[in-house]
Nanobody
Framework: QVQLVESGGGLVQAGDSLRLSCSAS????????MGWFRQAPGKEREFVAT????????YYADSVKGRFTISRDNAKNTVSLQMNSLEPEDTAVYYC??????????????????WGQGTQVTVSS
């Protein structure tokens, strides 16, 4: 059974930092593009960041560029999202996802076929 499990969410104040982690089990995703998405109440799930299988290519949503950093450790089968200078608008459930794409990056929800259950991030003003 393939599982992606996110951790690291919580309640913080504006300007604080959080680091989200995603651990995969059941199979390895070392050759797959990985991504982070988020969904706020009443809104559609939106792209946050993606990273190629090697970690050599990354791509971010404009709203988080310069504040968030995605990284991966293929030896540990994990993906992380470092979030700095958090804003109340970043409040959402954050999801880790694995794509079947094995080259480059993608921000398209439809390209991701494995999803975690999400971790809540709440940023107070």
């Amino acid at each position: 059974q393939v599982q992606l499990v996110e951790s690291g969410g919580g309640l913080v104040q504006a300007g604080d930092s959080l680091r989200l982690s995603c651990s995969a089990s059941g199979r390895t995703f070392t050759s797959n593009t990985m991504g982070w998405f988020r969904q706020a109440p009443g809104k559609e799930r939106e792209f946050v960041a993606t990273i190629s299988w090697s970690g050599g290519r990354t791509y971010y949503a404009d709203s988080v560029k310069g504040r968030f950093t995605i990284s991966r450790d293929n030896a540990k089968n994990t993906v992380s999202l470092q979030m700095n200078s958090l804003e109340p608008e970043d409040t959402a459930v954050y999801y880790c996802a694995a794509s079947r794409i094995k080259a480059g990056t993608t921000s398209e929800v439809a390209e991701y076929h494995y999803w975690g259950q999400g971790t809540q991030v709440t940023v107070s003003s």
